[in-house]
């Protein structure tokens, strides 16, 4: 299989057992997932069911037990620790629940750190910045630091972030789970024109409203896939319709 026609993401029994006092815990256990080019997956289950730990997997944020882990049919799972790093700043873009933004740094600077990083010249990493926080209603806050931001703020920035570099994959834990329902409103807004444009996302989410937005719905269960639905032909209207749902009940 070449990177032409791989999926962009592809596992095969991907297992992870944490240990508790020389107890294994297991958290995932033989995932087989695969993650075409431009779709967009939402994974969901009840807590502890090892959606987390799923997703820090693809990106390399967790070693896997077990299993293989492919990116753009290239294997991944074996790399070291500074090549995921070199990996993740030239094709994954990541969004956290708890935003991870860096404290001494403003809004501008923290969305423009990972395109400079990813090789963007200066003049391109603040367009893209500019474009970012335009679409998500933060032009006025580019100068702020992130603790002078409110809760909403600081996800919105954390996604444009996670944009900033072009993604080849962009993989989300819970970017709505401290978002009160107007300001996930807009992360949910970004995250459809973004897709629409053909971006590839993974996203951890208990929210039915951002699940009713993908192509796919996988439900995990104590750490297996126990439903893997897709549900393209109910959006068949256009990209946009999954949002017709989202302004109704927003």
């Not at 095969?12 to 033989?30: E, H």
């Not at 809760?151 to 080849?168: F, H, K, S, Y």
């Not at 109910?234 to 749902?245: L, N, Q, T």
Request: hydrophobic share 45%.
């Amino acid at each position: 299989m070449t990177s032409a026609t791989a999926p962009v993401v592809r596992t095969v029994n991907l297992v992870k057992i944490y240990q508790n006092g020389g107890v294994p815990v297991p958290a995932v256990r033989g995932v087989d997932l695969t993650v075409e080019e431009g779709e967009f997956v939402a994974i969901m289950g009840p807590s502890g069911s090892g959606k987390s730990t799923l997703i820090h997997m693809l990106g390399g944020l967790d070693t896997r037990t077990g299993g293989e882990i492919w990116l753009d049919g290239t294997r991944v799972d074996t790399l070291s620790e500074s090549a995921w790093a070199v990996l993740r700043r030239k094709k994954i873009g990541f969004v956290f629940q708890f935003f991870n933004l860096v404290a001494n740094m403003t809004v501008a600077d923290n969305v423009e750190l990972p395109a400079l990083l990813a090789g963007a010249s200066a003049r391109e990493a603040r367009r893209r910045r500019e474009e970012l926080l335009d679409a998500l209603g933060l032009t006025g806050r580019a100068d702020a630091a992130p603790a002078q931001l409110s809760g909403g703020e600081q996800q919105r920035v954390a996604l444009a972030r996670a944009l900033a570099n072009q993604p080849r994959l962009l993989l989300a834990d819970e970017p709505t789970g401290n978002l009160d329902s107007r300001h996930t409103n807009d992360v949910l807004r970004l995250l459809g024109q973004v897709h629409a444009k053909g971006q590839t996302i993974v996203l951890v989410t208990h929210d039915a409203r951002v699940a009713c937005m993908a192509d796919r719905v996988i439900n995990l269960l104590d750490g297996q896939i126990v439903d893997d639905a897709d549900i393209t032909p109910r959006r068949s209207r256009s990209r946009g319709s999954a949002w017709d749902v989202i302004e109704l009940h927003g």
